[in-house]
DNA sequence: GAGTGGTCTAGACCACTGA
DNA sequence: CAGTGGTCTAGACCACTCG
């Protein structure tokens, strides 16, 4: 069990002291009020239970308490373990199971959401073919080299120019053709002992090897996406014509505490294929 | 008031038949299981009962009987007319405002939402300036006619080749420099009595004039996004090189029911702006 | 102060899963 | 069959808005 956090509802006194009062959550009102320096993890101080709730589940799951991929307590029991009501505990999970940190399945239990899920693929890889299913695609390592962050690079992922970064230079092919281009910049620290033959050997999308070996789960990423014009470079590994319409997209990924741990540039061909985007 | 749809829990009785059984819907069970040869609006036949509260919301919504930007009946008051208890009606506007259809006002009510919002503009306009702010646009239209459906258009917006659409050609400027050029298709049906003065003479949204003068919500859309090459014509009205990279985002709009009522194809000018998007 | 949505609880039954 | 999440209810109090 270890140390289990107590939750301590904060605001006027213990909350819904309705005819259910006696099996209220056990927090003594004294100790809350009183015996609190309190280091205070989360600053708005006056929050819902299960916001608080959410956060430390958070915490665990930044910990590494579960993995990707493992069921998570059953809500009875995370209920019985914060001393507050089954129906507090679901609405926390509710909510990191919108934000897509958790995976709920009727029957079976809570699990942490993992890239190795379809779904999960679905939201970070958004190039769909004009025609046809969307087919196994094919990749190619050009690059793999550490070396010392670009000012712009560094300033993104929140690092020091010239601290150690990874950076990856790959080639994504559909049906034989050469559709992708990405650059991937990576904190040299978060991911050491990475090289291009542990990328070359690996089975899978990027993201997962990336949360079974380093820990480093990626839950979210903010794009900005353009038109540009091939330099001669990227129009022979891309096999277009100098100067040919390329998408670029420009990516920054983040970990829990929106922590950005990877900078990717992709240049798409997007002749024969296109961005699917849905506006909700 | 009119006539109140009489919401009838399906499945294996009455639901919830616990010690609060006494106050439990009025529905009688009787009723529920012979007098409904039921024209059944939708299909499922088992889904839960905040499910179909709703179907009828969203019916009551597509029907005009709360017009963009109006309240809506108070949670007791929808509880007291469906015949269910509060909690059930909050599940369903709970999901009608994650699908951004319902906006919540703590201390005021519950609005149907509408494009006057400024956050619904952002949802739909993913254009941001490389340095500084998003500043005001200009627009500038340059054509609106009546014509014949082209076939692909026709396809897409769900009518028959020939039919009569709208088409709408505009360009809009940002401190001065034009930066998107849009070609609009709508169903001539919908959008009858719809001009270019209309158009040039409404400040504000197109999407708020739609909602207002047609009756027309759009809710949702999926788009295409591509890098092409700028034509002489296009290149002309961007103020670009002809051959000059331009992304081209082909959307296509929804209304209640998944019905598609806009097609739109923009050629954006990327090189001060770039098009925002989050993956979750 | 009245009315609204927001939070929290407690307990019931249902549907699904797997041993 | 036991255990899980999913639905539904009922009732309490809180926080916010506005007259």
Same mark, same amino acid.
């Given at each position: ?29 004294? #100790? ?31 910990? *590494? ?6 069921? @998570? ?17 679901? !609405?926390? @999970? /509710? ?38 299913? #969307?087919? *196994?695609?094919?990749?190619?390592? @050009? ?5 010392? #962050?670009?000012?712009?690079? #560094? ?27 990405? /650059? ?18 690996? !089975? ?17 990423? /903010?794009?900005? $996406? ?11 590994? $891309? ?6 319409? $390329? ?21 798409? /061909? ?11």
């Amino acid at each position: 069990m270890a140390t289990v956090p107590r939750v301590k509802p904060v605001g006027s006194g213990a909350p819904a002291l309705g005819p259910a009062a006696a099996a209220a959550p056990v927090a003594p009102a004294a #100790a809350a009020t009183s015996a609190t320096p309190a280091p205070r993890e989360v600053a708005p101080a006056f929050s819902p239970l299960y916001q608080q709730i959410k956060a430390l589940l958070t915490s665990s799951l930044q910990g *590494g308490e579960w993995r990707p991929g493992e069921l @998570i307590p059953s809500e009875t029991e995370l209920a019985a373990r914060f001393k507050v009501s089954q129906g507090t505990v679901r !609405k926390a @999970i /509710d909510a990191l199971a919108d934000d897509n940190l958790l995976v709920r399945r009727q029957g079976k239990g809570t699990f942490v959401a993992t890239h190795a899920e379809q779904a999960v693929r679905f939201r970070f890889l958004r190039l769909v073919p004009d025609v046809g299913p #969307a087919g *196994g695609m094919a990749r190619r390592f @050009i690059d793999c080299r550490r070396q010392r #962050a670009p000012a712009e690079v #560094a300033r993104a992922l929140g690092l020091r120019a010239g601290d150690a970064t990874l950076q990856v230079r790959r080639v994504l092919s559909f049906e034989g053709r050469p559709v992708v281009l990405d /650059d991937i910049w990576l904190p040299g620290q978060a991911f050491k002992g990475l090289t291009a033959e542990r990328l070359s050997e690996y !089975k899978g999308p990027m993201y997962r090897l990336f949360e079974s070996e380093f820990g480093v789960r990626m839950i979210r990423a /903010d794009e900005k $996406l353009r038109a540009v014009a091939a330099d001669a470079e990227s129009a022979a590994l $891309l096999e277009v014509a100098p100067g040919a319409p $390329l998408l670029s997209v420009e990516r920054l990924s983040f970990t829990y505490g929106d922590r950005p741990l990877e900078l990717r540039r992709g240049l798409y /061909d997007t002749s024969a294929h296109f961005y699917r985007n849905e506006l909700n």
